[in-house]
């Protein structure tokens, strides 16, 4: 039996529609007690699935609103128990006085993930579609929300589910055949199995190469704007951003520390760093700015360095140059082309060399252009992606195991030997879909969710 939960489904924003939400055994005799139907019948007998019409109240019996109300019956509901909607005029109080009657009839607040924790223990989702969940809530970009989506409908669940069934079948046909040896099972041979072992391998590695894609799909590219002092980072990432995020001035060395900001250029989602002037300085404070500088470089998937087009390349510049070349990804800006141009795209050694003026937006249409190609994904977006570290962890430990098991096939080792790193494998794809999962990891799983979902 599991206690009533109660959460608002739909923010605490005014809107035009709010939804209240519980779940859990006999939630309909909770709701019941602050709802009654426009039919005069019980909510608890309401059709599945059907939205009605009534009227909501509080314990004192005053009307908090007339709405609708829909009873899900369990197990075919999102949390696997029954469960119950009230669809409410969204104002903010009426939902909060809504959730204090649902409360005072016996309902308890529901945690941060809870409706979907439930979903996941209920057998409704594996942890991978849990997971996704909050991917889906939390996608600002259209091929991340249609991976996640994919991720939701079981995508990478049916990608795993087959390489784990090989797994499971070797270990139950050498321990069938070890404790039935009067029965008659087919003899286990390690070399049967070998072939099926390579291909799973390779099922996984090429799941593997696709958290690069994914990684950025979900997180962002991260972007460094490198450069001299007062070359005009901060005002790129000020007209990048719609809005003052930082300060600018003509005093060389303003920006001190690295400052960032998240905005959408084209169809990419970056996560710039603005960081300060990369250049010898003795001072104690800018020194340190300058060696953040230098590690958001490096960290960073793209560099972005920024130049004054108005005055040749000097020593500074061709420090920060150096500390980009070795980035896979990077782009050269030469900016105050509205003043004039004495620095030219031949002079700078960049694949991408881009004319701007940080101050009227020139030239950053073709920035846009220049980063959505550069990040453009070669793979379709439909739930295939790694897109989190977690995952991407285990899928990398279940592959080495495989390949270790295989190396021991090789060299000749004993069934049950090469059993040990087969058994490891199956343990570690277990905790991507949850089926060996521990208790701290689920937690923090559902901790990044929002109360009500």
Not at 306 to 330: F, R, T, Y
Request: hydrophobic content about 40%; overall charge negative; glycine content about 8%.
């Amino acid at each position: 039996m599991s206690h009533v939960i109660a959460a608002v489904s739909t923010g605490n924003q005014v809107s035009a529609i709010g939804i209240l939400r519980l779940t859990g055994d006999d939630c309909a005799m909770v709701a019941q007690k602050v709802f009654k139907l426009n039919n005069g019948k019980p909510l608890s007998e309401a059709p599945n699935r059907k939205l009605m019409l009534g009227t909501m109240h509080d314990k004192q019996g005053r009307v908090i609103d007339q709405c609708m109300a829909v009873y899900i019956r369990g197990p075919h509901s999102y949390t696997g128990e029954d469960t119950v909607e009230f669809h409410c005029h969204g104002s903010p109080a009426v939902l909060a006085a809504g959730l204090e009657s649902l409360y005072q009839a016996g309902a308890k607040p529901a945690q941060r993930g809870e409706f979907t924790k439930r979903a996941f223990l209920n057998g409704q989702l594996d942890l991978t579609q849990a997971e996704a969940v909050i991917d889906l809530i939390e996608a600002d970009t259209a091929d991340a929300a249609a991976n996640a989506a994919g991720q939701v409908g079981g995508v990478l669940q049916k990608k795993l589910a087959p390489i784990y069934n090989d797994l499971t079948d070797l270990c139950s046909h050498f321990h069938a055949v070890l404790d039935y040896p009067d029965e008659d099972i087919d003899d286990f041979r390690l070399d049967n199995y070998y072939n099926l072992m390579r291909n799973d391998a390779k099922a996984l590695y090429t799941l593997l190469q696709t958290y690069g894609q994914g990684r950025i799909l979900r997180q962002g590219v991260g972007a460094a704007i490198v450069g001299k002092p007062n070359v005009g980072k901060s005002s790129l990432l000020n007209a990048l951003a719609g809005y003052d995020r930082v300060i600018v001035t003509e005093i060389a060395g303003t920006t001190r520390d690295t400052v960032e900001e998240t905005v959408m250029l084209g169809n990419t989602r970056l996560r710039l760093m603005d960081t300060a002037g990369i250049r010898q300085t003795e001072d104690q404070i800018e020194a340190m700015g300058v060696e953040r500088s230098r590690a958001a470089v490096e960290n960073a998937d793209l560099a972005i360095f920024v130049c004054d087009g108005s005055n040749p390349l000097d020593e500074d510049d061709w420090q920060v140059i150096n500390a980009c070349l070795d980035k896979e990804h990077a782009i050269a800006l030469i900016n105050k082309s509205d003043i004039s141009k004495v620095v030219i795209p031949s002079d700078l050694p960049f694949m991408t060399v881009i004319h701007i003026c940080a101050k009227t937006g020139e030239g950053l249409d073709q920035l846009a252009y220049a980063v959505d190609t550069m990040f453009a994904g070669e793979l379709p977006c439909d739930g295939s992606l790694l897109t989190n570290a977690r995952q991407f962890d285990a899928v990398r430990r279940a592959y080495e195991a495989i390949l270790q098991a295989m190396q021991s096939m090789k060299l000749g080792q004993t069934p049950d030997a090469v059993l040990t790193d087969v058994e490891e494998a199956m343990k570690a794809m277990g905790e991507v879909t949850g089926a060996i999962v521990r208790e701290d990891i689920t937690a923090r799983i559902f901790e990044r969710f929002c109360v009500g979902k």
